[in-house]
């Protein structure tokens, strides 16, 4: 919170900043990863997504949000394995990311881009079989 200069006389001088800085620890990074049960999903069914965070220390309680294409589409709170579940209906190809907030110890923190696509497999024709019910 304050600025110096520094001459060639060896003399210092303090421009701006009477009072100390309030200044605190440094925040630490948190990391959130984000993952599927499976990265196919069939048109208009739901799909289980995970998002997990790291470290977890102080951390459980606190809300994560999912967000569909940067939108925030839902919130859940970390359990107590830090860790929370969505289950998000999937209608198009479509991406997500989790994000949490920043707090007194830890900075905000975003997670990578999960793409989930839509399964097109037809389901297998059952053939009858022959003389019986």
């Given at each position: 919170?304050?600025?110096?200069?520094?001459?060639?006389?060896?003399?210092?001088?303090?421009?701006?900043g009477?009072?100390?800085?309030?200044?605190?620890?440094?925040?630490?990074?948190?990391f959130?990863?984000?993952?599927?049960?499976?990265?196919?999903?069939?048109?208009?069914?739901r799909?289980?997504?995970?998002a997990?965070?790291?470290?977890?220390?102080g951390?459980?309680?606190?809300?994560?949000?999912?967000?569909?294409?940067?939108?925030?589409?839902?919130?859940?709170?970390?359990?107590?394995?830090?860790?929370?579940?969505?289950?998000?209906?999937?209608?198009?190809?479509?991406?997500?990311?989790?994000?949490?907030?920043?707090?007194?110890?830890?900075?905000?923190a975003?997670?990578?881009?999960?793409?989930?696509?839509?399964?097109?497999?037809?389901?297998?024709?059952?053939?009858a079989?022959?003389?019986?019910?």
């Amino acid at each position: 919170g304050r600025l110096y200069a520094a001459g060639t006389s060896g003399k210092v001088y303090r421009i701006v900043g009477a009072a100390a800085a309030a200044c605190g620890p440094p925040k630490a990074k948190a990391f959130i990863g984000i993952r599927a049960q499976g990265r196919k999903v069939k048109r208009g069914r739901r799909a289980l997504i995970t998002a997990f965070v790291s470290p977890c220390n102080g951390r459980r309680g606190e809300p994560v949000k999912l967000l569909r294409g940067g939108h925030p589409v839902g919130t859940r709170h970390l359990n107590r394995a830090c860790s929370v579940r969505f289950r998000p209906r999937i209608r198009h190809r479509v991406s997500f990311r989790a994000s949490i907030a920043e707090d007194g110890t830890y900075l905000m923190a975003t997670s990578r881009r999960l793409k989930l696509r839509i399964d097109h497999r037809k389901k297998p024709v059952r053939k009858a079989r022959p003389g019986g019910s």
